[in-house]
């Protein structure tokens, strides 16, 4: 063998090598469940995709699945004022209210979040363009339970990045995934100077 020969075959053998998938780095499926899932109402018609994020009355936050049917309510918990360019988390909880558990497994950014100013004009609307882990989170909410399910942050800006003025605004926050909806009370918060 010539030494170009002995170079070209380890050359191929390093490249083989590292292409080669392990178990360690092939993203998680969710597991499959052996309880039955909770069942859910048949999905709503979507509202019309909005012509522009700040038209009133029109939500930028993902609407496709259908809403969770298990007697439920959903709520933000968090500071009701912030300043801009603080970050500020609020939490996400969904309390059980019937009478069989509640099993959600879901992605690590199912929660999204949109801002309204005092006229209903979304002046934060849900990003399109983020990146998500492949983490699987389980949710599971026995009856007569509150559990914290994800948690948003929003740090007083809008959409471009531009700060808000001060005055009252409006958090409206949606669990999307593990093929429900689930929608928060609105929560109010006032941006302080």
């Known amino acids: 063998m010539t030494l170009r020969t002995l170079l070209t075959a380890a050359v191929l053998t390093s490249s083989l090598a590292q292409a080669q998938t392990t ?13 039955p899932a909770t069942p859910t109402a048949p999905a709503p018609t979507p509202a019309p995709a909005p012509t522009s994020p700040a038209a009133p009355g029109i939500s930028t936050l993902p609407m496709k699945n259908p809403v969770l049917s298990a007697a439920h309510s959903a709520n933000l918990n968090g500071p009701g004022s912030l300043r801009v360019g603080q970050a500020t988390t609020w939490t996400f909880t969904l309390t059980n209210q019937g009478e069989q558990p509640i099993n959600l497994q879901h992605g690590a950014c199912d929660v999204r979040f949109e801002v309204l100013d005092a006229a209903g004009k979304i002046v934060r609307a849900n990003p399109t363009d983020t990146v998500c882990t492949m983490q699987l989170v389980i949710t599971d909410v026995a009856p007569g339970e509150t559990m914290d399910v994800q948690a948003i942050r929003w740090d007083g800006r809008d959409s471009a990045g531009k700060a808000l003025p001060a005055g009252e605004y409006t958090i409206r926050a949606v669990f ?10 609105e929560f109010p918060v006032t941006i302080k100077n």
């Open 176 to 185: 999307s995934g593990a093929g429900v909806r689930i929608m928060a009370e």
């Open 23 to 35: 178990i360690f780095n092939i993203p998680a499926l969710p597991p499959r469940s052996s309880a």
